[in-house]
């Protein structure tokens, strides 16, 4: 196995077993074994449609912050650290902070969505069982 696909499956691994252990926080407390099979269903479909939701919209973060819809307010953050802390090293212009992000953008975040996408494709397969009893 290369070690490209080996980070891939990694990636993956990592955010199944966080969109399950919210599953898990989600359906632990509400003892889903003593509920009837509709309301299995209902919290079934809620359980898997949290970390869905959540990591489809995190890559669509991830995403929009990579096209450089929010530079104006990273710059202003990096502004206020190094004018509160200026021992930090030295501060930029805007077009130097827009330019040095250009530079190091984050990438390889699909399966953030892959797997949002079945996690939310399960809930709702149990929001049709829900529906359907």
Known sequence: MSKSAKSN???YLVAI????????GYIAPRD??????MEQYHILCDA??????????????????NLGALDAISFAFHYLFHTFLPLTGES???????EDRREHR???FGFLFVVG?????????????YMSC
Do not use: C, K, N, S
């Open 106 to 108: 984050i990438h390889g």
């Open 32 to 37: 889903l074994m003593d509920q009837t099979r």
């Open 48 to 65: 898997f449609t949290l970390p869905g939701i959540f990591m489809v919209m995190i890559g669509l973060m991830l995403l929009m912050g």
């Open 117 to 129: 996408i079945v996690f939310t494709a399960i809930a709702v397969l149990f929001l049709y069982l």
């Open 9 to 11: 499956l990694i990636r």
């Open 92 to 98: 930029m212009t805007y077009l130097e902070f827009v």
């Open 17 to 24: 077993f966080v969109g399950l252990a919210l599953v898990y």
